[in-house]
């Protein structure tokens, strides 16, 4: 049984550029999050999706978005990068928005120039 | 109020030692406290978590124990040992919330043979 897989692994961009990442969750979890974590920290809380809508947001600008298909896979969108932007972007996923239980996958390390 | 505090920033334990990582929150809506331990270049991993119904819960050598009064829990490892260096994040969620983690800014535990 595959886990929360991620792709890229690795990605370098330079500012004001865009990107999206990918994340496909854990065999039979229906609700996606999404988190950024800076270098020597704890993951912040961008947004969830679940049923295909943003069910809730972090304190992340407009700047992020992202989108979730029927197949229960996410994507996560950036626009206009910033230097801050470089962080670890981790997937997590779970049976249900309420379930307690995230299994995260191993992120992708955005690198911005 | 949203901030989870975590210390210390890193931990040395000699291998059959307990490992002892604390952890304080402000925000008394907070009502499920879980552990993750994470790898280099891997996504966090559930370890254990409670909820504030009870002052302890045990799974295996990895103990919380948590004092509600105080807005305190800790993790305690029992036996350390070298494959438990990793790095250690507590978080905290509002119940019906608990997809969106707040987490602390993590703790380096490094087990020495």
């Known amino acids: 049984d595959a886990g929360v897989t991620q792709s890229p692994t690795h990605l370098i961009k330079t500012r004001g550029q865009q990107v999206t990442l990918r994340c496909s969750p854990k065999s039979g979890h229906d609700t996606v999050s999404w988190y950024q974590q800076a270098l020597g920290q704890g993951p912040q809380f961008i947004f969830q999706y679940y049923e295909e809508e943003e069910r809730q947001r972090g304190n992340f600008p407009d700047r992020f978005s992202g989108h979730q298909f029927p197949n229960y896979s996410s994507e996560l969108n950036v626009n206009a990068l910033l230097l801050g932007d470089s962080a670890l972007y981790l997937c997590a996923s779970s049976l249900e928005p309420t379930s307690g239980k995230q299994f995260f996958g191993p992120g992708t390390r955005l690198t911005v120039l | 109020q949203q901030q989870v505090k975590q210390s210390p920033q890193s931990l040395i334990v000699q291998k059959g030692g307990i490992s002892i990582i604390n952890c304080a929150y402000e925000?008394?809506?907070?009502?499920?406290f879980p552990w993750y331990q994470q790898f280099p270049g891997k996504g966090p991993a559930l370890l254990i978590a409670?909820?504030?119904?009870?002052s302890e819960k045990k799974e295996g050598r990895f103990t919380i124990s948590f004092n509600k009064s105080a807005k305190q829990f800790s993790l305690h490892i029992m036996d350390s040992q070298p494959g438990d260096s990793a790095t250690y994040f507590c978080?905290?969620?509002?119940?019906?919330?608990?997809?969106?983690?707040?987490f602390g800014t993590g703790t380096r535990l490094q087990v020495f043979p």
């Open positions: 978080a905290a969620s509002i119940r019906y919330n608990t997809d969106k983690l707040i």
């Open positions: 925000n008394t809506a907070f009502d499920y």
């Open positions: 409670i909820r504030p119904d009870v």
